[in-house]
């Protein structure tokens, strides 16, 4: 049986990407697929709970790295319970955020050390990182538009960011795609569900062509 296929989404707050994990798994199981979706931080009881102090804000005196570290704990316990053993049944896993995240909530907007949470995240993947990751790409001002129409939403600390903030977070995403094209595809997040479904699927037929012929 060949290994499952690994693929993450990640993107700011309000691009549509949870929605889109959605979606593909739809697809996918369309397609004969077998199909796992998840998120982080969380996707098991112990990263769950450590996701639960990250949006409370609990650990944000500790520093980023602290943070980063924490995080770290939870993935790992996600990759050991969850992630690996999918991808050994053949199961193709979805997550909604990853390592990215990490780079970019607690590197690039926070301020953590780059060096050490590059090493952390190469720590922690080990030797198979995502096979693709999908960056939902959005203009910060429709991304906080989407937001601002989705109350009570399960958001994280930086839901209140400013346009700035936002603007920033997506750079942040941006230039780690491009800094790895291999194992990234920008996917524009305008305009309706379906059509920036249409479009990930694309991405996906052409990244997998081979698994999906
Ligand atoms: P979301 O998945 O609902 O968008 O929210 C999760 C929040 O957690 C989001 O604000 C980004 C943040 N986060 C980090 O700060 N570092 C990480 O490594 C991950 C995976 C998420």
Redesign the pocket.
């Known amino acids: 049986m060949a290994p499952g296929r690994f693929i993450v989404f990640e993107g700011g707050?309000g691009t549509g990407?949870?929605t889109q994990v959605g979606r593909l798994a739809d697809t996918l199981s369309k397609a004969g697929i077998a199909t796992l979706t998840t998120?982080?931080?969380g996707g098991t009881p112990f990263a769950e709970t450590i996701?639960a102090k990250?949006?409370a804000g609990d650990h944000a005196a500790s520093g980023p790295d602290a943070?980063?570290i924490l995080?770290s704990a939870g993935?790992i316990d996600h990759l050991d319970a969850v992630i690996r053993p999918a991808l050994t049944k053949g199961t193709w896993v979805l997550c909604?955020?990853?390592?990215d995240?990490?780079l970019?909530?607690?590197g690039r907007?926070?301020g953590g050390d780059r060096a050490f949470l590059s090493a952390l995240n190469a720590r922690v993947v080990g030797e198979a990182p995502p096979d693709l990751t999908i960056v939902i790409d959005l203009p910060a001002k429709e991304a906080i538009a989407r937001l601002a129409a989705r109350p009570g939403?399960?958001?994280?600390?930086?839901?209140e960011s400013s346009e700035a903030g936002h603007a920033a977070i997506r750079e942040a995403f941006l230039d780690l795609a491009k800094a790895d094209p291999a194992r990234h595809v920008i996917v524009d997040g305008a305009g309706d569900i379906d059509a920036v479904a249409d479009r990930v699927w694309s991405a996906v037929q052409v990244h997998f062509l081979a698994e999906l012929a």
């Open positions: 707050e990407k949870s998120r982080e931080p996701r990250l949006l943070e980063a995080i993935r909604d955020r990853f390592t995240s990490t970019v909530y607690q907007v926070s939403a399960d958001g994280g600390r930086w839901d």
